[in-house]
């Protein structure tokens, strides 16, 4: 039987539990149109709001046990681990002409639902230790075709062991 990789497992929680909440009802701005893991630039997105998962960040391990490892560091510091980028997407309907700062306000509602989906459970169904918020970023980039984008990073930390009798990888 093969494995699949808490990796796996926290990225597919990801897309298919946490961001899903988003959907503009109770504490949420916006409702998502897209959620993927297929990296794409800010203008070949056709439904917005959308967000993209991305983690194809470097990761370093400390070593538990024999065979156990931990994602990065200080299994008590809580601002390294796997890395996990969100960059979520927004785009005007109507031209932002004056000097409303229409695009920076549906930025912020996508900073906003972003991190409340994220901390609605940090342990993401009880498949890591923690989920940390360590770096944002807000990007004005694609004004000229009224699309916003929003990058947050987390570090989310979890154990494996590919030696236990049911591989944790």
Known sequence: MAVTSKRETILE??????????????NYN????????????ATDYINYP??????????????????QEHTVGSVYDVHDGMLVVLAGYVKLTTNDSGDTGK???EMNKMFSDLMIAMYTDISLCGNVDSTTLIASCNSLNWHEQGIGEVIQTYAIKYD????ASTPIT
């Open 50 to 67: 959308a967000v993209c998962i991305i983690d194809d960040l470097p990761v370093s391990y400390k070593r538990l046990a024999s065979t």
């Open 103 to 105: 695009l920076s306000t």
């Open 30 to 41: 916006l409702t998502l149109k897209t959620v993927t893991r297929n990296f794409k630039k």
């Open 160 to 163: 494996f062991d590919p030696t």
């Open 13 to 26: 929680y990801l897309r298919t539990t946490t961001l899903p909440l988003i959907n503009g009802t109770g």
